[in-house]
């Protein structure tokens, strides 16, 4: 069974970087053909894909978030990190991470095969 856990700090000033990582267990964050993937949920708002890294390392944002977000991994953690730039109080939301299988849509929720349980952020001075 593949999990995926979210951790980092829930409360980030106006300005600075959010920064989360997802720890992975029960398969390899390299393993073809999946992606890994960030998603958040504002408070009251739909879901909202930001970006992703795939088995092979190669990373990809929403274009809305792509000039402050970058995704990065560690294999020998089994992690992969999500870090926004600039942050302002309209990043405040739940953040998730979830697998994708290649074979899947990108753009529903029903795309993702594997989630994380969910972290709350708020961007708070």
């Known amino acids: 069974q593949v999990q995926l856990q979210e951790s980092g700090p829930g409360l980030v000033k106006p300005s600075q970087t959010l920064s989360l990582t997802c720890t992975v267990s029960?398969?390899?964050?390299?393993?073809?053909?999946?992606?890994w993937n960030w998603i958040r949920q504002p408070p009251g708002k739909g879901l909202e894909w930001m970006g992703a890294?795939?088995?092979?390392?190669?990373?990809y944002y929403s274009s809305s978030l792509k000039s402050r977000t970058s995704i990065s991994r560690d294999t020998s953690k089994n992690q992969f990190t999500l870090q926004v730039r600039s942050v302002t109080p309209e990043d405040t939301a739940v953040y998730y991470c979830?697998?994708?299988?290649?074979?899947?849509?990108?753009?529903?929720?029903?795309?993702?095969?594997?989630w994380g349980r969910g972290t709350q952020v708020t961007v708070s001075s």
């Open positions: 979830a697998r994708r299988p290649a074979s899947r849509s990108w753009g529903t929720s029903a795309g993702y095969d594997y």
């Open positions: 029960g398969d390899s964050i390299t393993t073809n053909y999946y992606y």
């Open positions: 890294i795939a088995y092979s390392g190669s990373a």
